[in-house]
């Protein structure tokens, strides 16, 4: 059976207490809602955005990175709350899946245990074992029967342990008839999407309940549910790739953005960030480096080195409090205490320490072209834009401005130049 989804993003998150929407807080190095869309589209192919706070900026966000995303923007004045959210909405499929924005753990096979069966809706529910604060679902005959608000609850229903985790699949021809007959006569004045279960058990529909882990189904409200996910995130990351083959070196110490990927046999010490859609292939990164949106090939890095985005190392070396932003190394060694930007350097270079490529002149970024079988010696200051043929050599304390030619030695210095005795006169006699 095909299935539509909804993603329910359209809350002000007021207890992130922050001014970017809730669900564009990252984790892992993408927004909360994003994880819950790559989650849709394993099992769908119609998905559709409920929006409201910040709508335009969210579908910005969203549009840039994905194709074929329908959006739905709740009237939230009128008609506030999770079933005012759906209302108005339109889906493809026969049966429904209705997701929350802010829930980034949820995972494929979840979501098609939700989707199977023959029953019209599918409830999610979470067994707690401190129920405390949460409505109750009261299951009777493997069916549920209703949800009771805590406060509601009679002696028995507070010993219960099974709560709501908020998803739903429902066929989608009962969600036509049921939201346009929520209605908002509660405390909070809201429409809520839980009331059609109310509906479909008076109807004498069956309402499976299915058990779902507390883990996959947390949502994220505050900064520190945003932590707790970042930590569930991470070590799901880092099993994955260590699975793969990747070894790392205290892993709980290493991060892991979720586009990042890797080949081969690739070592990461502790310590260690992999930022962005970083690729990583037979790459050792050594401790407290950071690679950011950069493709690392057969190559090492640090430790304490960092590589910027859209660089490419191939075959390189790159040391300690070495930086390399936006430049392409294929066969270079640059050991330490460099900075190396917007440069080509090629094969068989070994860049000396306290080098660095002059790129900025306050208004734009220039090129250097550094060729094969350079040596650069140490303090040396390449001012951009410049071009190094093959074969030159660079004087240790130099500051190069001008193009160098194949084979040629640079050198600019100014003299040196002593003073006899200038110790004793400056401190005087002991």
């Known amino acids: 059976m095909s299935i539509s989804v909804v993603i329910l993003a359209a809350g002000q998150g007021t207890r992130m207490k922050s001014s970017t929407p809730k669900v564009l807080h990252t984790i892992s190095g993408k927004p909360m809602l994003f994880h819950a869309i790559d989650a ?28 074929g995303i329908q959006f739905h ?21 026969e049966r429904t899946l209705i997701l929350n924005g802010d829930m980034p753990l949820i995972t494929k096979s979840s979501l098609e245990a939700l989707t199977a069966g023959d029953a019209e809706i599918n409830m999610s529910v979470i067994r707690l074992e401190n129920p405390s604060g949460y409505g109750r679902v009261i299951i009777e005959e493997g069916n ?20 709501n985790a908020g998803v739903y699949a429902v066929n989608s021809e009962l969600l036509e008839r049921y939201i346009p007959k929520l209605n908002n006569n509660n405390a909070q004045a809201e429409y809520y999407l839980t009331d059609i279960i109310k509906m479909a058990v008076e109807e004498e529909r069956v309402v499976h309940p299915v058990f779902v882990a507390e883990e996959e189904f947390k949502g994220v409200n505050s900064k520190l549910d945003l932590s707790h996910a ?7 990351i880092r099993n994955h790739w260590m699975r793969e083959g990747v070894i790392m070196r205290l892993p709980q110490t290493i991060f892991i953005d979720a586009r990042a990927t890797f080949e081969g046999e690739c070592t990461l010490e502790n310590g260690v960030s992999i930022l962005g859609a970083s690729r990583l292939k ?35 070396h790159i040391g300690n409090f070495v930086e390399v932003k ?28 306290g080098t660095i490529t002059c790129n900025y002149d306050g208004k734009k970024k220039y090129q250097t072209k550094i060729g094969k079988n350079v040596f650069i010696g140490s303090d040396t200051q390449l001012v951009a834009p410049v071009t190094i043929e093959d074969d030159v050599l660079i004087a240790a304390g130099s500051t190069i401005t001008k193009d160098v030619a194949k084979g040629e ?17 400056f401190f005087g006699e002991k």
Do not use: W
């Open 409 to 425: 030695l640079a050198m600019s210095r100014t003299p040196m130049k002593t003073i006899k005795n200038f110790f004793y006169r």
């Open 73 to 93: 923007i709740q009237d939230a004045e009128q008609f506030p709350g999770t079933g005012g959210a759906m209302k108005g909405v339109k889906t493809r499929y």
């Open 282 to 316: 037979e790459a050792h990164i050594k401790a407290n480096s950071v690679v950011e949106d950069a493709v690392i090939e057969a190559s090492s890095v640090g430790p304490m080195g960092r590589v910027r985005p859209d660089s490419l190392l191939k075959h390189t």
């Open 230 to 236: 970042e930590e569930i995130m991470q070590t799901r």
């Open 40 to 67: 849709a589209q394993e099992i769908s192919t119609d998905i559709t955005v409920v929006l409201y706070h910040q709508a335009k900026r969210i579908q910005e966000e969203i549009e840039a990175v994905y194709q």
């Open 144 to 163: 549920v029967h209703e949800i009771v608000e805590q406060k509601d609850c009679t002696p028995e229903q507070l010993l219960v342990q099974n709560v």
């Open 326 to 353: 936006k430049s392409t190394l294929e066969g270079v060694k640059a050991g330490h205490l460099a900075y190396l930007g917007d440069a080509t350097i090629d094969s068989g270079t070994n860049i000396g320490a």
